[in-house]
């Protein structure tokens, strides 16, 4: 049977190509991934505040196919709301659904709490603006982020076609300042490969987090599945 073991709901901002290739490639047999999508098509308010608008029928779609949790992917919708629609995004679905919900910028702190991280270095495909977000967010709750800049597209489409290597090679022009932080995080699913995970920390030596890893890192902990998972991080691997 499909999704026998466990079957996690996923909320994707935009077209998720990569996320369900990579999320097969890494879970345990029997754990099954259903999606949904909420269609931005750019990254500007007018065109998140029409795709948030989509969020109770996306969780409807994926309660009534069965999924046992909801994770809404993408740092982006939280841009003009902050901290306070995360917040309220989450409450209003766990009400509605009664199951596990979490996102990228809370399953972030999740991780960076499991692993003791006080720092990290950014590494994204985003504009300034959206960087600075981050940044903002996470200093607010006392972890320092050094952005590592280089990219800076405005389209989504744009994130996919960069070479899956981008990440790495931008944080070894950056040495210096990733010798400085605690772990590196690689914002955005669509932006760099899980299979690039495992050689950057042989590198750099420290943790590296990406957002389709956390979203599988998530919802297998919020399913009492705790397994160690090797070749796609210290954060899977250990199994915390």
């Not at 047999?29 to 065109?47: H, Q, V």
């Not at 939280?78 to 306070?84: C, D």
């Not at 499991?114 to 709750?141: G, T, V, W």
């Not at 590196?184 to 490969?193: D, K, L, N």
Request: hydrophobic share 45%.
């Amino acid at each position: 049977m499909f999704g026998w073991r466990c079957l996690m709901g996923y909320i994707a901002p935009s077209t998720l190509e990569r996320q369900a290739q990579e999320w097969y490639q890494i879970v345990p047999k029997g754990c099954g991934f259903i999606a949904t999508t909420l269609r931005i098509a750019a990254l500007d308010k007018e065109n998140i505040d029409k795709s948030l608008g989509l969020i109770d029928e996306a969780v409807g779609h994926l309660v009534d196919t069965g999924a046992e949790n909801i994770y809404l992917g993408g740092i982006p919708p939280f841009r003009w709301g902050g901290q306070s629609l995360v917040m309220e995004l989450m409450e209003r679905i766990r009400e509605k659904t009664q199951l596990p919900v979490s996102t990228d910028l809370l399953a972030l702190i999740d991780a960076i709490t499991a692993l003791k991280i006080k720092s990290f270095a950014l590494i994204s495909p985003f504009e300034d603006h959206l960087d600075q977000f981050i940044k903002d967010y996470f200093e607010r709750q006392d972890i320092r982020v050094s952005i590592i800049n280089g990219v800076s597209l405005k389209r989504q489409i744009d994130y996919a076609k960069l070479p899956l290597t981008t990440p790495y090679e931008l944080a070894r022009k950056n040495y210096s300042l990733i010798k400085a932080v605690d772990a590196i995080f690689i914002a955005c699913g669509r932006f760099g490969s899980v299979d690039i995970i495992e050689p950057m920390e042989a590198n750099f030596r420290k943790p590296v987090l990406m957002c389709n890893q956390l979203q599988i890192w998530w919802g297998l902990r919020s399913l009492q599945i705790n397994e160690p998972i090797k070749g796609y991080g210290m954060l899977l691997e250990q199994g915390l």
